[in-house]
């Protein structure tokens, strides 16, 4: 998989762009220790899948593995870091520190990793697993993921390829973050909002129309 423009090169700071804006780089050591952050949303529906493809690549990785895994609803993993939620303002520190962002389709998930400066690997709720209401994750991750805005995984093994050549290069999945652009994110919010409400319109048929008649009481006349 590869970044935005389809390369992994490291996202350079515009012109008098302060350097706290990159994202934060990692440790040089051999010992660094990379932070991953895995968020499935505050949805009420469990999403056991990426959990346990989640679990699976973890059992089977090498090397110091920060994790911290918001479950939500999900039954909480046997895993280090694993909490059922994050408050607004730990879940920004959450992302400003890890070095790997893998969420849900939830555009807010989705803004909020990339304003911190990262390309988020996106694996999408799926209704016919039981996972959400409708499609609108689907819809909305498989096209930014085809805009290149987001690395999508629909499969377990695209998930463990993407973590895998993350944890080699964490800055593959890395562009310019904008800590302080609160009202591009507003505005950005309501866009996307309104791509969400599209896609999930042109994926629903329409229901049938029916005429509702009610048969005349006795004594009158049908009205035609």
């Not at 479950?71 to 070095?99: C, I, K, N, S, Y």
Request: net charge positive; hydrophobic share 40%; proline share 8%.
């Amino acid at each position: 998989m590869t970044g935005e423009a389809g390369t992994a090169r490291r996202p350079q700071p515009r012109p008098g762009t302060e350097a706290a804006r990159l994202p934060r780089q990692r440790d040089s050591s051999a010992v660094a220790q990379l932070h991953l952050l895995v968020a499935v949303g505050t949805d009420k529906h469990p999403f056991d899948r990426l959990v346990d493809w989640l679990a699976q690549w973890h059992a089977q990785t090498a090397g110091p593995i920060g994790l911290t895994v918001q479950h939500g609803h999900t039954t909480a993993p046997q895993l280090p870091g694993a909490v059922p939620f994050l408050g607004h303002d730990a879940l920004q520190q959450a992302m400003a520190d890890a070095d790997l962002v893998v969420c849900h389709g939830g555009p807010a998930t989705i803004l909020e990793a990339r304003r911190h400066g990262h390309l988020p690997i996106v694996v999408p709720r799926d209704p016919a697993r039981g996972e959400h209401v409708d499609n609108h994750q689907m819809l909305f991750a498989r096209r930014l993921g085809a805009a290149g805005l987001v690395a999508l995984c629909e499969t377990r093994e695209a998930l463990h390829e993407a973590l895998a050549a993350g944890v080699a290069d964490p800055l593959r999945y890395a562009v310019a973050a904008d800590p302080e652009a609160h009202e591009a994110q507003r505005a950005a919010v309501a866009r996307v909002g309104q791509i969400v409400d599209d896609l999930v319109a042109r994926s629903t048929p329409r229901p049938t129309r029916w005429r509702n008649w009610s048969r005349p009481r006795p004594g009158t006349k049908e009205i035609r």
